[in-house]
Structure formats: C-alpha cells, structure tokens
C-alpha cells in the first residue's frame, strides 16, 4: 500500500476514535455537572497528575518503532479504585493530554491517546462499577466494599482497559506502518503484559494506602515514576538484546551469493530493523549505477539510478556501503525514517549494516564475476572461438552421451562435412577472407541443421550430430538437405564465390564407439570427396582403411622434402606409325618398405598434407630435365605432367612454370599440363585465368579420364584444350559397344587437337582405336610401364623394325601415313 493511500484510510478512522473520546469526555462533564455532591478537587488534581506522569513516560518496545509501553493502565486503575467513573474519564482525558504535550508529541497523536485513553478509562471504570466497586473517593470518605469485590472489581477493570488499549491502536498502527495486525498485536505482547499486570498491583496497592490515610494519595504519582523507571531500564537491556539479535540474523541472511537475493533481504531487513518506510539502495552494478528502492513489504523500483522516479520520503538518512576499507563509490544506503531522529545507538546500528551490506553485494558481485568467467571458460573450453559452433571436444562429449543412451542410440548419425578447394580461398583471398567463408558457412549449417548440433573439427571440416532419423536413408535425405543452404553463392569482398563441399555421413548401430563412427564418417567424406559425389553413405564394402597409409601420410612430409620419390614415364605412341610421340610423368613413391603406390593415391595425400606447391614443383622440374635430356639426344618428346586443380588457384603457378621451362631451355610446347575432367568442370575463374596464362605462354593443356565424369560440354568448351586421353574403362567397353567409343573419340577430335587412348593392352585394341579415328595411345603394349628418362631414351635410339624412335611395327608395313591439316580450335573464356 503506498503512503498516500494509507493516510487517506488512516484519517477517517483516528478522527473516529477520537470523535468517540470527546464523545466518552461530554458524557462525564455532563454527569460531574449533574452531581450534587463533588470529592475535593485536589484528589482529581493529583490523579490527573499522577495521568499525566503516566502517560509521559513511555518507553519504546523496538528501535524506532512507534508504538511504546507506559504505566497509563496503572494510574487509570488507581483512578477507579477512588473516583467515580465521569472523573475517571475527565482526569483521564486531561492527564494524557497534558502528559504528551509535555513530551512533545503532535497534536493528532495528543488527541488520538487522549480519546484512546478516555475510552479505556470509560472502559474500565463501567467494568468495575459493574462489578460494584465504589470509588474511595465519592460521596463518602470511607470504604464500602468487601477487600474481594474491589480486587475482582479491579481485575475487571484492568481486563476492560486491556481490551480498548489492545484493540484500538492495532488498526491505526497496522495503516501507519502498512503491516499487518498480527504482527502488531504480537510486537512487545510479553512485556505490555508484565507492564499491566504490575499496574494492576499498584492500583491495589493504592486502594490500600486510601485506606489507610487519603493523603497518602500524594505519594502515589511518585510510586508510578519509580516503577517506570526500573521498568524502563529493564525494558531497555531488552531492547538493546532484541535490536542486536535482530541485527546479527539480519546480517546472517545477507551471505548470499545471488546478488539479486542480497538486495532483497537488505530491503525487508532494513525495514523491520530501522521501521522504515523506504529503503534505498544505490551501488555501482557493471558499467552503470543500480538503484533498488523498496521497503520490508517489497520492491518498488529496481534498475538504472538515473532512470528512477523522485523520491517522495521525507527525513532520509544515508550511509556508505562498505567499511572504511572499501574502495569509494561502492555505494550508499538510504533510510527514510519517520519520528525523531537516530540515536547515536541507532546510527552506530545503522553503519553496522550499511558495512555487512556492502560486504555481502562485494562478495556478491564478486561470485557473479567468478560464475560468469567460469562459464565462458567452459564455453570456450567446447566452442570454436572463430565461428561458436561447439568444438571436436563438445562434440565427443554429446556423441559418447547419444551413443551411450540405447533410446536415442537408433536416431543418431553423423555427419561430416570438408569444403571443396577451401585452401585456394586462403592462398589467393588472405585468411580473413578464409575466416568469413567459414563464419558463413557456420551459420548457414546451424540454420539448416535446426536442433541437430553443428561442430567446426577445425579447418574447413565441419561435422552435424544427427539425432532425428530413424533409418539409414531418412538420415541421408535429411543430410542432403542440409548440405542444400551451401549450394547458394556468397560474396566476399565483391568477389562472388560458390562453395562445393564433401560430406560423409555415418549411423550408430549397437556396438557403435565415438571413435569408429568418426573413422566412419571420415572414410565416407573422402570417398565422397575422391569420387566427386557431394555425400557418400558409408558403405562397409568400401572401407577402404589401410595401416599403411596412415604411414604412408606421416612419412610423407619429410619424403617430399627430401624428394624421396620417382618420377617415372609412360610412352605416348602414333598408333598407325608405332613411334613415340609423347611422353606422361608420372609419379611413384618407390620406399621399399612400403611399395610402390598409386599417383591418384600419393597425389590426394600430398593435396591434404600442405605440400602441394613444392610436390608440383619438384615433379615439373624432373619432367622438364627428361625432356632436355631427350632433346639434347635427338628426340622432342613433349611431356605431360599431371597436376591438381588447387595448384592453377595459385597465383605464382604461370610464372613458376616459366621460370623452369626458362631454366631447363626447354620450348613452351613441349610441355602438357594435364588435368581430370572433373577438375576442368569445377575449375573457378582464377583456375581459367591461370589456364589461359599457360595457353598464351605456349604450354599444351590436356585432359585425361576423358569420358569418365558428367561434366557438361559448356564448362569443357571454356578451356582451350589442345589434347585430351580417353580413359581406359571405355577401351574395355568398347568389345561390347564399339559405337559408343566412336562417338567419344569423335568428340575428343572436336574439343581438341589430339586424343590419346589410355590403357592400350592389346593389337585389337591398337587397331581399333586407329580406325575409329584415334591417333595416339599408352599402355602396356607399347612396353614396360613407369621407365626412367635414361631407359626411355635407350628404347628410342634402339628402335624397332629398323626405325628409329619406335616401339611397336607400323600397323601397314610399307605404307606412310599421311595427316591432313586441321584448322586449331584456339581456347576461349
């Protein structure tokens, strides 16, 4: 309830208290004036007095509480025990309005206890008159009553004054303080009831002494003030015990941690301890001042102290927070107190609390600050700095936990994700444009996964821990549909760039670990990554993990720096004339302790280990050393080296394959860059760029595993080609469908200058290739594969059937062939 509403509801009911005093006060002036015969006027004078004594002397039941305890009961009784009710009531009125104005109350307070007082004395008086008791001091001077009926009389009284003195004040009190009844009616019970029942022993006391001698009525205001006095001494040891145990549970509940908790227990603390009506607390709170205003009843206002409304209280007092060790500008509290001002007792009690606040807000904040640094090290501990996607480590943890839980176990899968040619965005862009692809690609993956956890492994590898599906192929349909939000372009830097990206995707069975569906996952991201497909399932039948590549990857770094490899050449041969036209690098690891390996196999191990650039350099300078060497022997062979797509997105390539070209003093076209189809296909502009730069240096372009992928004629038809070398899985099938191979040689013929059979076995196959049209081929029919440079040019110089550089007789011995010109496709963008 705010304040102006509890005065509007207080003034109506103590102008009806008092309405009813002077009510009570008419009735007695009217029966004193009715009476014919009057006691001597000074024994109403000395009750008055003994009244006002009384009532001047109230001692206080809490610290700044405004309800207090005073003998008034005691002088009302002795009141009715000799004078007749209208007096009891006159004297009563009279002594309390003259005892608070001495001690200085206002005059609503003076004429609210007067009327209250008047009442119980009314109250009292009609009780005892009731129970016939007659006053000592009427009509007669003289006791007409049994010692029984004036102590049972007297008894009464007190228990009718009791109940007005008990019950009046209870609503008033209950408004001013906007608490409730109970409370009030409970607060300082015990010793109010000490403080009656030894009033009620002095009025009977008093009874006595009339008895004995009227005069000795005199006497009895001073009997009250000493009983008062040792009261009050009592009462205030145990006001200082109470108001001290109040304080220490007071300043016990502020050991929180919860900083809003502190502020709220200081607010109904400082409330019930100081009887405040407002309560301020005021304190630095992060990079601005917090105000919470309340009062023990509740909060009013909590937020920025520039922000809150005026304050309306009156009489505010402030403290510092904090003890005089505390650093300045902690904060302050404020008090808006009603009544006298503080004690020094009060003060002291006052600053005592102002520094356990401060210390409970300190340590409070404090916490919060540790709590807060706690958890972002533990978020940083399981999240990626760059993108905030959760880590490898968070990702283990919440895999082990779906993995370890046999009703999720059928719904989880997961899935891994590389981006395509990620390191050519670095190398030619910078890491920061690196840095924004992977923070977009971050939060493209987090919209489409959904509640599906997203997780950057580190580099460009990303992985989604799938808990939805429920079979293998709803996994896959929902993997393919988050891989969608990557196919749309993005820009960067006013460059428009699209993004490929290879995903693996691997489901939990039963006997499942976190570690083997990772394996899994990652064998079925480098399938997909090797055979173009986009996303590949894994597949058991196809895993193919091998110890001896994980040897082969780490012995490889220092293998290529050291160049501990062979390069090795295949014999490119006329078909129709049997010589050798050509020659294609190729590379062999050759250690002995782990065999030779594949060139696809060494080439897709060196793209991941980060040696690319010297691996291309090496192989390019050994190819062109063979072919001065061939030169310089009588033979210019033109070499093909096969080289990665990654390596044209380096910006120096052109100028690195002048520069050894210049070095070797080898002519620009006896040199053939060689690339997959599939990597022309999804060659980006910077890759054309570099093409383009070789093709006007004089480099030859070519393309092998020609008819082997599904690139479009468009994207082929933008590099100038001038060979290309059809696979040798359609010389299989070309047994079984010899048309189909005529139509792919005849569109090699268009596309390019040349086109080499790959794989040429047999003389069958040699024949048929010639008369669909094909010129050259390489295979093992054309002699052992993989010969050294030296060995090469032995074959050539030894010759066969008599002619010089070649392997194989002419396909018809005694004829020439002769090639008609044909116009040269120049390559356009």
Not at 258 to 267: I, N
Not at 438 to 448: F, K, S
Not at 697 to 706: H, K, L, P
């Amino acid at each position: 309830m705010r304040n102006d509403e509890a005065d509007r509801r207080l003034v109506p009911l103590v102008g009806l208290i008092v309405c009813c005093g002077l009510v009570a006060l008419a009735w007695a002036v009217s029966r004193i004036a009715a009476t014919p015969s009057l006691p001597a006027l000074h024994h109403p004078l000395v009750l008055a007095c003994l009244v006002a004594v009384a009532s001047g002397c109230t001692v206080p039941i809490r610290i700044r509480a405004p309800q207090g305890i005073s003998p008034t009961s005691a002088a009302v009784l002795v009141s009715v025990a000799v004078l007749p009710p209208s007096w009891v009531v006159v004297c009563t009125a009279l002594g309390v309005a003259a005892g608070r104005l001495v001690a200085g109350s206002t005059p609503v307070k003076v004429a609210f206890a007067s009327a209250k007082e008047s009442l119980g004395a009314l109250g009292a008086a009609s009780a005892a008159a009731w129970w016939g008791l007659s006053p000592a001091l009427g009509s007669t001077t003289h006791l007409t009553r049994s010692w029984a009926t004036t102590a049972l009389a007297l008894c009464a009284a007190a228990l009718a004054y009791a109940l007005v003195d008990e019950t009046l004040p209870v609503p008033v009190v209950s408004l001013a303080e906007r608490t409730s009844w109970r409370r009030v009616v409970r607060r300082g019970a015990g010793m109010r009831a000490v403080v009656k029942a030894a009033t009620l022993l002095i009025a009977m006391l008093t009874v006595v002494v009339v008895a004995i001698d009227a005069r000795l009525l005199v006497a009895t205001p001073l009997a009250v003030l000493l009983l008062h006095s040792g009261y009050r001494r009592r009462l205030h040891l145990a006001e200082e015990r109470a108001a001290w145990r109040q304080l220490a549970e007071t300043t016990d509940a502020l050991n929180d941690v919860d900083l809003d908790a502190v502020v709220r227990t200081a607010l109904s603390g400082a409330g019930r301890l100081f009887a405040a009506r407002l309560v301020e607390i005021e304190f630095q709170h992060g990079p601005q001042r917090r105000l919470v205003r309340g009062d023990e009843h509740g909060l009013r206002y909590d937020g920025p102290a520039d922000r809150a409304p005026p304050r309306t209280d009156d009489g505010v007092v402030s403290v510092p927070l904090g003890a005089a060790t505390t650093p300045a500008g902690l904060g302050t509290l404020r008090l808006g107190l009603t009544g006298a001002a503080l004690s020094d007792r009060e003060r002291y009690t006052l600053r005592t609390f102002g520094s356990a606040l401060g210390t409970a807000i300190r340590n409070a904040v404090a916490y919060a600050q540790v709590t807060e640094l706690a958890a972002r090290h533990e978020h940083d501990a399981t999240h990626d700095p760059l993108t905030g996607l959760a880590n490898r480590r968070y990702l283990r943890e919440r895999l082990a936990a779906a993995l370890s839980d046999r009703r999720s176990l059928p719904r989880t899968a997961l899935l891994l994700i590389d981006l395509d040619h990620f390191k050519e965005v670095n190398d030619t862009l910078g890491h920061s444009a690196g840095d924004q692809v992977l923070i977009e690609v971050a939060r493209r993956l987090a919209r489409g996964a959904a509640d599906d956890l997203v997780a950057r492994l580190g580099g460009d590898e990303f992985a989604i821990l799938l808990t939805g599906p429920t079979a293998p192929a709803r996994a896959e349909h929902h993997a393919r549909q988050i891989l969608q939000v990557l196919r749309e372009p993005m820009d960067l830097d006013g460059i428009r760039i699209s993004l490929r990206a290879s995903a693996g995707l691997a489901t939990a069975d039963g006997n499942t670990s976190t570690e083997e569906l990772l394996r899994r996952a990652d064998v079925a991201m480098y399938q997909a990554k090797e055979h173009g497909q986009g996303l590949c399932r894994y597949d058991r039948s196809r895993d193919t993990a091998d110890p001896d590549q994980l040897a082969l990857g780490g012995e490889l770094p220092g293998a290529l720096a050291a160049r501990r490899y062979t390069v090795a050449f295949d014999p490119v041969v006329d078909l129709g004339s049997g010589t050798v036209v050509a020659a294609g690098a190729t590379v062999r690891w050759g250690q002995p302790d782990l065999g030779d390996q594949p060139a696809q196999r060494l080439l897709t191990l060196v793209e991941r280990s980060g040696w690319l650039a010297e691996f291309t350099r090496g192989t390019m300078d050994r190819a062109l050393a063979a072919a001065r060497c061939w030169r310089d022997g009588g033979f210019a062979l033109p070499v093909s080296i096969g080289i990665s797509s990654r390596s044209l997105l380096d910006p120096a390539f052109p100028a690195e394959v002048r520069r050894l070209l210049a070095a070797h003093q080898v002519p620009a076209d006896l040199l053939t860059v060689e690339l997959t189809e599939t990597t022309g296909a999804t060659c980006p502009e910077l890759a054309l760029r570099a093409l383009h730069q070789l093709h006007d240096d004089g480099v030859r372009i070519g393309f092998a595993g020609f008819g082997t992928s599904d690139a479009p004629l468009s994207a082929l038809l933008r590099i100038p080609v001038h060979l290309v070398k059809v696979d040798h899985q359609s010389l299989v099938a070309a047994d079984n469908s010899p048309l189909a191979l005529r139509s792919l040689i005849g569109l090699g013929r268009d596309l390019a200058d040349t086109v080499v059979a790959d794989g040429v076995s047999t003389e069958a196959h040699r024949r048929t290739l010639w008369e669909l049209g094909c010129a050259a081929g390489q295979g093992r029919l054309f002699g052992p594969a993989a010969a050294g440079a030296d060995q090469l040019l032995a074959a050539l110089r030894r010759g066969c059937d008599g002619v010089v550089g070649a392997l194989v007789p002419r396909l018809h011995p005694g004829a020439h062939v002769v090639r008609m010109p044909r116009l040269r496709r120049t390559g356009s963008g």
